[in-house]
């Protein structure tokens, strides 16, 4: 199996991919190189949890838990001369990851996943009263009896339901995690980094350990983007309609420059874009209520900057 990518699995180990990649993560930790990978880095913790008395390497808990996570990533554990040492790192990873919500996710039987395809948007209840508005070439993850719990990857728009108990509501990304009670905001995840958009109410957003500021609030009409790749952030005000307006069928731009109006047809309808005039793509486009579709996009590209474009099946090119 192919060794995940080292952006991968140190987002895993932060507590910051996907239900998916840390699936892949588990899968590929089973494997002979994953196991040697594990062991070199878990070598100090895993001497601090053989001292732990709560703590038994090969008690018939870990057997379980070892078991039913084969089960579920759909492999045998093989039986060998090695099976002992293979036991023990095993199972002091498994207690390791034990304490993350991501292997509580992949034991859930029933994790729901709700998943757009280009150019297709969906509304989604969740089980506390909460909307999510799923924008195209998206997925979203939870299991049931944790709706408040979400993990997104693409682009969505929230309407948080507040509780009685104040319970808080999450959302994963693999760049940080918003944390709120009841409110609007738009999230997305493309480009290799996240950009929240406040629209209503107060959210947090938690940032990986090794920030200085381990976490930031936002108020209405911030938008925030943050790259754990590059590891920038940015903050700034804007007009929250503006980055939420898809969910009603149209694009806003606003001295956009027509590399970003390009990148948003590319993610949305998946299709590439080849121009190679950098002048060209630096121009700004401003346009309000445009409807959301594609030859409709071109053709106002086309009136704007007075070019033709060419489209033949995925890929659309400059006469």
Request: aromatic share 10%; proline share 4%; net charge negative.
């Amino acid at each position: 199996m192919r060794r995940p990518s080292s952006d991968i699995l140190e987002r895993y180990f932060e507590n910051l991919c996907s239900p998916e990649e840390a699936k892949r993560v588990l899968e590929w930790l089973a494997t002979p190189e994953g196991q040697t990978y594990y062991a070199h880095r878990l070598d100090e913790k895993i001497q601090s949890y053989a001292q732990n008395s709560d703590f038994h390497v090969g008690s018939q808990n870990d057997t379980y838990l070892l078991n039913k996570i084969y089960q579920k990533i759909g492999r045998e554990e093989k039986t060998d001369s090695k099976k002992p040492l293979l036991r023990y790192w095993v199972a002091a990873a498994i207690s390791m990851l034990l304490m993350s919500s991501l292997l509580l996710l992949l034991l859930q039987p029933n994790t729901v996943e709700v998943e757009t395809a280009f150019g297709e948007t969906r509304e989604v209840e969740l089980g506390d009263g909460s909307i999510v508005f799923l924008n195209a070439n998206s997925t979203l993850s939870y299991f049931p009896d944790q709706p408040r719990e979400i993990w997104l990857e693409g682009e969505g728009f929230f309407e948080v339901q507040h509780t009685r108990d104040d319970a808080p509501f999450k959302v994963h990304t693999a760049d940080l995690v918003v944390s709120v009670l009841g409110t609007k905001f738009n999230v997305n995840t493309r480009r290799k980094k996240t950009d929240v958009v406040l629209s209503t109410g107060k959210v947090r957003l938690e940032l990986p350990e090794n920030k200085k500021e381990k976490s930031m609030l936002m108020e209405p009409g911030d938008k925030v983007s943050y790259s754990l790749e590059e590891d920038k952030i940015e903050k700034k005000v804007v007009n929250p309609e503006f980055y939420s307006s898809w969910r009603k069928g149209t694009v806003v731009f606003d001295h956009t420059p027509l590399r970003e109006v390009f990148q948003l047809m590319e993610d949305t309808y998946g299709i590439s874009i080849e121009i190679q005039d950098q002048t060209l793509l630096n121009k700004e486009m401003n346009a309000q209520d445009v409807i959301r579709d594609l030859e409709v996009m071109m053709t106002l590209v086309e009136k704007t900057f007075d070019i033709n474009l060419i489209k033949e099946d995925n890929k659309i090119y400059l006469e």
